[in-house]
């Protein structure tokens, strides 16, 4: 049945567009992202409270403790963010530490730079852009059963099982956590939100982009984008044909 198939072509050509527009929306923001963390102002944090700062800014000071505090899963530290990989040695191929997974915590904080203080919200920053500078590293045991109850809980998955590649690895695992604490320096990019009770700064890069990760991010934006461009492009080489198809002569 001809007709039956140009209907399935005409399905699965729009199903592929449609995951090609969310690539190019996704692409877009990236993008955008990138031009907002090269182009935002510099502020103080005076002139932010005195109601000077329009669109994203960028604020720097020192980061001191909020109500609330994130933990960081190896260390145990009560920290402001932490970004905590977890990685295993593979000896399949080129041998190399591999990523098993990733944590990152954040919590609110306030960000004083010598000219006044202001509340910095977390609630808008995603894990992408959480980025402490310290860092440290930690060999753990790949055993579940002997490591602390932070640490069971990041080796283990959604379902309750371990992952496969910690169960195979005959080696410690590797964890860098990187962490912002208080009393340490930082940047914050964002936008000012002006409240009955003052002004609050929801934050969407904490800390500064490092040079490799602004490249990975372009890069990502790159792929999606070009991904999404021949996603939407089969709507056009598949669905469209077989619509006319469909039309009587």
């Known amino acids: 049945m001809a007709w039956l198939e ?3 072509g005409i399905g699965f050509g729009l199903a592929l567009g449609i995951c090609g527009v969310f690539c190019l929306v996704e692409a877009a923001r990236i993008f955008g992202q990138i031009a ?3 182009d935002a102002p510099e502020m103080d944090v005076r002139s932010v409270l005195q109601g000077n700062a329009s669109g994203i800014v960028k604020l720097a000071g020192v980061v001191k403790k909020g109500r609330f505090t994130a933990t960081a899963p ?3 530290t009560e920290c402001i963010a932490h970004r905590t990989t977890v990685k295993y040695f593979s000896e399949w191929n080129s041998p190399r530490w591999r990523t098993v997974t990733k944590q990152v915590g954040k919590s609110d904080f306030m960000l004083t730079d010598g000219t006044g203080e202001i509340e ?5 920053l995603g894990d992408s852009g959480v980025s402490p500078t310290a860092e440290e590293t930690y060999d753990t045991p790949a055993d579940r059963e002997v490591v602390s109850e932070r640490m069971r809980t990041l080796l283990t998955r959604d379902d309750g099982e371990p992952y496969e590649t910690v169960q195979m690895t005959s080696r410690d695992l590797r ?6 604490e208080p009393g340490d320096k930082t940047t914050v990019l964002g936008k000012v939100q002006q409240q009955y009770d003052g ?3 929801d934050c969407i890069q904490l800390g500064s982009v490092s040079r490799r990760g602004a490249w990975m991010l372009a890069a990502k934006g790159v792929f999606l ?11 056009w080489f598949v669905s469209v044909p077989r619509f006319i198809s469909l039309l009587p002569v």
Not at 226 to 235: D, T
């Open 120 to 124: 910095v919200s977390a609630g808008k």
């Open 36 to 38: 907002m963390i090269g």
């Open 175 to 180: 964890v860098q956590e990187r962490r912002l």
């Open 199 to 201: 002004a609050r700064f």
């Open 74 to 76: 190896c260390s145990g």
């Open 225 to 235: 984008g070009l991904f999404g461009a021949f996603l939407v492009s089969v709507v």
């Open 6 to 8: 140009a209907l399935w």
